[in-house]
């Protein structure tokens, strides 16, 4: 199932300070992580409010980028209707 950007926002913006901002590319990541899982940059903004703005931002924003979650197929059905072909 495709992840929806509006809960995912719902859920930083409940809690920015689990959260913060890659400083290269805006990725949103948790806390722990030591380097950005998009662009593998080691340099973050922390401040809360900017982590909040961007979940906000985040919620409006349409899709641009093709995840790992849109090449999966919706349900097994998929899967087996291309393994018949």
Same mark, same amino acid.
């Given at each position: 199932m495709k992840p929806d950007l509006r809960e995912i926002a719902t859920t930083v913006a409940n809690d920015p300070a689990s959260y913060k901002l890659c400083a290269v590319c805006g990725a949103i990541v948790d806390r722990e992580v030591g380097s950005c899982p998009d662009c593998y940059a080691y340099r973050f903004d922390m401040d809360v409010s900017h982590v909040a703005d961007a979940a906000l931002d985040l919620a409006v924003m349409p899709r641009m980028a093709v995840?790992?979650?849109?090449?999966?197929? =919706?349900?097994? #059905? $998929?899967? =087996?209707?291309? #393994? $018949?072909?």
């Open positions: 995840s790992h979650f849109d090449l999966m197929p =919706d349900s097994a #059905d $998929e899967v =087996d209707a291309d #393994d $018949e072909s």
